[in-house]
Nanobody
């Protein structure tokens, strides 16, 4: 069982920045991916970004390209989501997830991930 814990959420004004962290522990994969999803009130959970532990080009949702950056720190089994130029529509609960990285492509659907964190709230005021 993999434990996934997010941190770093909070309240920020539009145009501001936040950095989310995701720490994974427990059973580890030889190769794995870490992804970020978000869910706003009344909306479905949507993909935000993903990164493979071995490196390579990350994957981003169109809505966050150029504003969000996903990165990883291998020694700490931790991934980060740097969020800049935040907008009120970025308000949501942000979830980190870990999945099997054996696929040739980064998964952008929830089904591609097996272990999830509890989420961290991000609120962007206008």
């Amino acid at each position: 069982q993999v434990q996934v814990v997010e941190s770093g959420g909070g309240l920020v004004q539009a145009g501001g920045s936040l950095r989310l962290s995701c720490a994974a522990s427990g059973r580890t994969f030889d190769m794995y991916v870490m992804g970020w999803f978000r869910q706003a009130p009344g909306k479905e959970r949507e993909f935000v970004a993903a990164i493979h532990w071995s490196g390579g080009r990350p994957l981003y949702a169109d809505s966050v390209k150029g504003r969000f950056t996903i990165s990883r720190e291998n020694g700490k089994n931790t991934a980060y989501l740097q969020m800049n130029i935040l907008k009120p529509e970025d308000t949501a609960i942000y979830y980190c997830a870990v999945g099997d990285g054996s696929s040739a492509t980064l998964p952008n659907a929830a089904g591609g991930y097996s272990d999830w964190g509890q989420g961290t709230q991000v609120t962007v005021s206008s």
